[in-house]
């Protein structure tokens, strides 16, 4: 690693190397900017370097030529700053380069901090994400998500209630985690530096099992036990906060209680009509004209604005995330969440939820074969790029059996 660097070009590889990453990152001065605040020209030359998968310290340390205490160190410094991930897994530390979602961007605003301009990078963060829509369209495009809508519980009828599955109810989701942390909401902590927060509570960002360890080790979510988690599920709900869950059925790694004001997977349904940037619960709403008296309740506290007013109100169902929100507030009973007539799909693992990112988003050979110095990776990856954009390939893939088997096979062969 040499003590002199071009900052200039080492910050833009490093923008085409996380626009590698499965959520992406288009390339803008706006960007460029937030990148020079947040590593320096070393530590950009370094984090273009490392995979989007994670790898051993000591396999990337004898890639860049480094012992590896030193880069330890270096990696330590900057896993502490949220800018990459470092994962103990059986004695052994795997590195991993963080997207700017989910990574750096909650890692910045998760906590307070006093080493950063927060105004400053609030204002870039907030151009960035929504001056036009092309990171939301990057970040949400396809169909398989990072975020999914849970449904409240109680909003569930008895008859209905025992269909709701275990990773669907929020309060299993919690009770059922080894570890859990609680930090604060990225976006409305955000949002208050640029003076226009909401007054939902903003200690609210549950992290779970893995996640939460490794949040907790550096500092970014404070440890909270199962009995306090489920209170501040609580608040949540009483405060009108929507759950939204990590689209995965098995160890789950975030609980966000979202506002439709200042969420981020929320404003892009409502600025760029991305309907599906989350993925709705298995439930959707249902309004009895005979008993909805025209309040307006559910039209306000809806975090999509799915609601028209009118007596009776009526409701969107293809922007409606089931989540229940409108059946807290409705004083009447008029609205109840029946299910919907088809199954949401919802992948079982992370490696699923992944393959599946990657996959829809053209972006299967990144995922699989990231390692730029290995000639057989790049050989590799450059004949995936040619099988997952053949028109035969897509059109085969739009066929669910087809689909799953292709999912299986790939999940097989990238596991050994």
């Given amino acids: 690693m ?16 996380l626009d590698y990453n499965l959520t992406g990152a288009p390339a803008s001065p706006v960007f460029i900017s937030i990148l020079k605040m947040l590593f320096s020209p070393q530590e950009a030359q370094l984090a273009r370097q490392i995979p989007l998968k994670p790898t051993k310290l000591a396999e990337l340390a004898r890639k860049l030529g480094m012992r590896k205490e030193e880069l330890y160190a270096r990696i330590t410094e900057m896993a502490e700053r949220g800018l990459v991930f470092d994962i103990e897994h059986k004695g052994e530390c795997y590195i991993v380069l963080a ?67 275990d990773w669907e109810r929020a309060s299993i989701v919690v009770e059922s985690a080894s570890t859990i942390g609680v930090s604060l909401c990225a976006c409305r902590h955000k949002a208050e530096h640029l003076g226009k927060s909401c007054k939902a509570p903003q200690r609210t960002c549950l992290t779970l099992n893995g996640g939460a360890e490794l949040l907790i080790k550096r500092g970014m979510a404070e440890a909270v036990s199962r009995q306090e988690a489920l209170a501040i599920l609580a608040e949540c709900k009483q405060a009108g906060l929507a759950q939204i869950a990590d689209n995965v059925q098995k160890n789950v790694g975030f609980i966000c209680n979202c506002c439709g004001c200042c969420c981020g997977m929320i404003q892009a349904i409502k600025s760029f009509d991305i309907r599906n940037a989350v993925v709705t619960s298995n439930w959707l709403v249902e309004v009895d004209p005979a008993v909805c008296t025209g309040c307006g309740a559910c039209v306000r506290a809806c975090p999509v604005e799915a609601f028209s007013s009118g007596r009776p109100v009526t409701c969107e169902q293809d922007i409606c995330l089931g989540c229940g929100v409108c059946c807290s507030a409705c004083k009447f009973g008029a609205i109840k969440m029946i299910k919907r007539q088809q199954r949401v799909l919802v992948p079982e693992t992370t490696f699923d939820k992944f393959v599946m990112m990657a996959m829809e988003r053209g972006k299967l050979s990144h995922f699989l ?48």
């Fill in 2 to 17: 040499g003590h002199i660097v071009n900052s200039e070009r080492e910050y833009r590889l490093l923008q085409q190397r």
């Fill in 369 to 416: 074969f990231d390692d730029p110095s290995r000639f057989s990776h790049r050989t590799l990856g450059r004949i995936a790029s040619v099988i997952e954009n053949s028109s035969p390939v897509q059109a085969m893939l739009a066929v669910k059996p087809l689909r799953s088997a292709f999912l299986a096979a790939i999940a097989k062969k990238a596991n050994k």
């Fill in 99 to 165: 997207p700017v979602v989910i990574g750096f961007f909650e890692f910045v605003f998760m906590r307070t901090r006093a080493d950063l301009p927060m105004r400053e990078l609030a204002q870039l963060f907030e151009t960035y994400m929504f001056q036009d829509d092309r990171f939301a369209r990057s970040v949400f495009t396809a169909n398989t998500q990072l975020g999914r809508s849970l449904v409240r519980e109680e909003a569930v009828g008895a008859q209905d209630y025992s269909e709701v599955l």
